[in-house]
C-alpha cells in the first residue's frame, strides 16, 4: 500500500510539474546599439493570459515547414573569407554556420553559377574563344568555383549538415546569346536544351565537389538586363517553355532530384511567376517561386501561394548597403519584412545578398557600388565587423530549427509585427518587432501572459521550452 501512495504521490508532483507554466528565455537588439542580441532575464508569467494582449501564439495551428535563414556565398564573399588566416577563418565559419557558443547557425546559402557583379571577373562555365557555339558543351568546367567559392561551401556543410544550397545564373554562355555577351540580351531558342543540359552537369559537378544542390533558378532576376555586369532577360512564356520542356526533364533524365523555383525576381510583379504556374507542363516541374525585397512588398507571396498552395514560397535576395546606413532603419524593416513578414507570408526562408564584403562593398565588377554584407572583413587588418544585418539574421537563424513549423499569431497591437515557430524538439519561439509605443508588450501562450519589456524599434526572440509531452 505504501509504494502505491509513494508512485501516486510522485505521479501528481510530475504532473504538477508539468502543469507549471515555463518562462521565456529572450534575446533582445535595441535601435541604440546598446544591446545586440544580448540574452535578457527570463520572462516568468505575469498571471492568466485575459485575451486582450498584444500576441497571441498559438502552437497548435501549423502553417509552412520552415528550413531557415542565411546569405549567399557570392565569389566575393568566399574571396574575402578566404584571404583570413586558417585560425581566424575558421573561428568565423563556425560563429556564422554553428550554433555552439551563440553562433548564427545560418542554414540557408546561395551560390552563383558563373559571374555576378560581386565578383572579379565576367565569366560562365563555358566560355569559348570568339564566342564559337559550343552545344555540346566540351569546354564546360567549373574550375572558377573551385578557387574560393566550393571550399567554402564544403567548410559551411561540414560546420552545419543541414546547410541547404540553391544556385542561379545571371547568364548563360555568351554564344547561347542575342548579344554574344554576358551582359545584357537573350538566350536563342536553339539552345535552350543546351542551357538545360549546362545546370544539369553544374549541379553535377557541384557535387562531385562535396557541394549537393537542392535547389536551383534559371535565371537571376529574368526582367532586368544591367549594364555592366552579366545578365539575361527571361519572359514568364519563355520560363515556362525552359522549365517544362528542357529543364526539368533534363534534370529528371540525368537523375537529379535537384528543385526548380521560379522567378527569382521582386515583390512588384507576382503575375510573373502566376504565367509560369498557369503552365501545365512548367508547373509540374516548379517546385516553388523565389522572391527578392528591392520592389514591390512582401504581402505580394501569398497571393501566389494561396493560388498554388502545393508551392513553397523562399525569399532569395536582398540587400543592405549604404544607400540605408542608419542601424535602427535597417534592423527594423529587414526584420519586419525578411523574417516576419516573409514567414507569415509563407516563405521557408529567407536568404540576404553577400554573406561577407570588404571595407570598399566588394570585391565587384558592376552593379552595386555600396552594397553591405553580413558581416565586413577587412583584408589590409584581418578585421570583422559584423553589421546589422548578423543581428537580423541571428534572432531567426539561432533560434529557429530547420524543421519547425510557423505557428498562428494573432495581434491587437498595430505597432508590434510578430511570428512564432514550433521547432521539432518541442520548443517555442516568437520574434517581435516594436515599431513604436512604450510600455511592455503583452503576449499570450498555453493559457498564460507574459510582459516583455521592448524599446521602440527593437527586435527580440522569446524561446520557450518544450511543452511535457511535446514531441
Not at 555576378?116 to 570568339?130: A, E, N, R
Not at 536553339?190 to 535547389?215: I, K
Request: hydrophobic share 40%; glycine share 8%.
Amino acid at each position: 500500500m505504501r509504494r502505491f501512495v509513494e508512485i501516486a504521490f510522485a505521479a501528481f508532483l510530475a504532473a504538477g510539474c508539468a502543469a507549471k507554466p515555463s518562462p521565456a528565455e529572450m534575446w533582445l537588439t535595441t535601435p541604440d546599439e546598446t544591446q545586440k542580441l544580448a540574452p535578457q532575464r527570463p520572462q516568468t508569467p505575469v498571471g492568466p493570459a485575459s485575451g486582450d494582449e498584444a500576441i497571441k501564439i498559438d502552437s497548435s495551428r501549423h502553417f509552412q515547414k520552415m528550413h531557415g535563414f542565411g546569405a549567399a556565398i557570392t565569389d566575393a564573399s568566399a574571396q574575402v573569407l578566404s584571404a583570413l588566416p586558417d585560425d581566424k577563418r575558421k573561428a568565423i565559419m563556425t560563429e556564422l554556420f554553428g550554433r555552439e557558443n551563440g553562433g548564427l547557425g545560418l542554414s540557408f546559402t546561395r551560390l552563383t553559377v558563373g559571374a555576378s557583379d560581386f565578383s572579379s571577373s565576367d565569366y560562365s562555365y563555358d566560355d569559348t574563344p570568339g564566342n564559337v557555339p559550343d552545344p555540346d558543351l566540351r569546354k564546360f568546367s567549373i574550375e572558377p568555383a573551385k578557387k574560393y567559392v566550393l571550399p567554402r561551401a564544403r567548410e559551411a556543410l561540414a560546420i552545419n549538415p543541414d546547410l541547404l544550397v540553391m544556385i542561379s545564373p545571371w547568364s548563360a554562355p555568351a554564344w547561347m546569346k542575342t548579344s554574344r555577351s554576358l551582359i545584357t540580351g537573350q538566350l536563342q531558342p536553339q539552345y535552350y536544351q543546351p542551357f538545360a543540359n549546362y545546370l544539369a552537369r553544374t549541379v553535377e559537378a557541384f557535387g562531385r565537389e562535396g557541394v549537393p544542390v537542392s535547389m536551383l533558378t534559371i535565371q537571376n532576376e529574368p526582367d532586368f538586363e544591367p549594364g555592366d555586369y552579366p545578365g539575361m532577360r527571361v519572359n514568364s512564356p519563355d520560363r515556362a517553355i525552359i522549365i517544362g520542356r528542357f529543364v526539368g526533364p533534363t534534370l529528371r533524365a540525368y537523375g537529379l532530384k535537384t528543385q526548380i523555383l521560379d522567378y527569382d525576381h521582386n515583390w512588384d510583379n507576382p503575375e510573373m511567376p502566376l504565367t509560369v504556374l498557369a503552365d501545365p507542363v512548367a508547373r509540374q516541374f516548379v517546385s516553388g517561386v523565389a522572391w527578392h525585397c528591392y520592389e514591390g512588398d512582401v504581402p505580394a507571396q501569398s497571393p501566389v501561394r494561396d493560388a498554388h498552395p502545393d508551392k513553397d514560397a523562399w525569399v532569395t535576395e536582398c540587400s543592405g548597403g549604404e544607400w540605408s546606413p542608419k542601424y535602427a532603419e535597417v534592423l527594423g524593416w529587414m526584420t519586419d519584412k525578411l523574417i516576419i513578414g516573409a514567414s507569415n507570408h509563407w516563405s521557408r526562408g529567407t536568404l540576404l545578398w553577400n554573406l561577407a564584403l570588404d571595407p570598399a562593398h566588394g570585391p565587384h565588377t558592376g552593379g552595386c557600388t555600396d552594397c553591405r554584407g553580413v558581416v565586413t572583413i577587412d583584408p589590409a587588418t584581418g578585421a570583422i565587423t559584423r553589421n546589422v544585418e548578423y543581428y537580423v539574421l541571428g534572432h531567426a537563424s539561432r533560434f529557429v530549427l530547420p524543421g519547425a513549423y510557423r505557428v498562428a499569431t494573432a495581434k491587437r497591437d498595430a505597432a508590434v509585427e510578430a511570428a512564432a515557430f514550433l521547432n521539432p524538439d518541442g520548443s517555442r519561439v516568437a520574434i517581435l518587432y516594436r515599431k513604436s509605443g512604450t510600455g511592455p508588450v503583452s503576449i499570450a501562450l498555453d493559457g498564460e501572459r507574459y510582459s516583455a519589456s521592448l524599446p521602440a524599434g527593437s527586435v527580440a526572440t522569446l524561446r520557450w521550452g518544450a511543452r511535457s509531452g511535446a514531441k
